[in-house]
């Protein structure tokens, strides 16, 4: 069974950098064709694809995070990172790592989740 498991701070201060580590265990994060995602969901938003890291280690980054974003991955430890820097308020939401079949960015392709991890950005 493929697992997947969010872990860091829950509070960041505005202009700090957000870390997080998805550690994935039931699949190894290079084996072929699969795409590891990092996702958010602010308060009363829908879903924000943030960016992805794929098993051939190449990586994608949303268009409006992308100057933000760095998306990493340690295969030794079979995780993938997650740094968004320069954070506000708005950068307040539930982070989720999620496995997809596709390299398209669908939700209907993201058939495994972490259970999610909340950031909050304030002083």
């Known amino acids: 069974q493929v697992q997947l498991q969010e872990s860091g701070p829950g509070l960041v201060k505005p202009s700090q950098t957000l870390s997080l580590t998805c550690t994935v265990s039931?699949?190894?994060?290079?084996?072929?064709?699969?795409?590891w995602s990092w996702i958010r969901q602010p308060p009363g938003k829908g879903l924000e694809w943030i960016g992805d890291?794929?098993?051939?280690?190449?990586?994608y980054y949303s268009p409006s995070l992308k100057s933000r974003t760095s998306i990493s991955r340690d295969t030794s430890k079979n995780h993938f990172t997650l740094q968004l820097s320069s954070v506000t308020p708005e950068d307040t939401a539930v982070y989720y790592c999620?496995?997809?079949?596709?390299?398209?960015?669908?939700?209907?392709?993201?058939?495994?989740w972490g259970q999610g991890t909340q950031v909050t950005v304030s002083s």
């Open positions: 999620v496995r997809s079949y596709s390299p398209v960015v669908q939700t209907t392709s993201w058939n495994y």
């Open positions: 890291i794929r098993y051939s280690g190449s990586i």
């Open positions: 039931g699949a190894s994060i290079t084996t072929n064709y699969y795409y």
